[in-house]
Nanobody, 119 residues
Framework: QVQLVESGGGLVQAGGSLRLSCAASGRIFNIYYMGWFRQAPGKEREFVAGVRWSDGSTLYTDSVKGRFTVSRANAENTGYLQMISLKAEDTAVYYC????????????WGQGTQVTVSS
């Protein structure tokens, strides 16, 4: 099993920045890919960004390209989501999730952290 704990959420003004962290523990060697998702009130959960644990290759949804940066620090067993130029529409609960090699879906989820951007 892998346990994920997010931190770093909060209230920020539009145009501001936040960095989310996702600390992993347990069977860390199981992690192949880490993704960040968000869910705004009344909306479906959506994929935001992802990073392959082995080589750091990344993927972003179009709405955050150029503003969000996903990364990981293997030695710290931690993933990060750096967010700049935040907009009101970025307001949501943000979740990190992880999957093992060969998995068809994300197997492990964090508890979520609230990000609120005031306009």
């Amino acid at each position: 099993q892998v346990q994920l704990v997010e931190s770093g959420g909060g209230l920020v003004q539009a145009g501001g920045s936040l960095r989310l962290s996702c600390a992993a523990s347990g069977r860390i060697f199981n992690i192949y890919y880490m993704g960040w998702f968000r869910q705004a009130p009344g909306k479906e959960r959506e994929f935001v960004a992802g990073v392959r644990w082995s080589d750091g290759s990344t993927l972003y949804t179009d709405s955050v390209k150029g503003r969000f940066t996903v990364s990981r620090a293997n030695a710290e067993n931690t993933g990060y989501l750096q967010m700049i130029s935040l907009k009101a529409e970025d307001t949501a609960v943000y979740y990190c999730a992880a999957m093992g090699r060969g998995a068809a879906e994300y197997e492990y989820w964090g508890q979520g952290t609230q990000v609120t951007v005031s306009s």
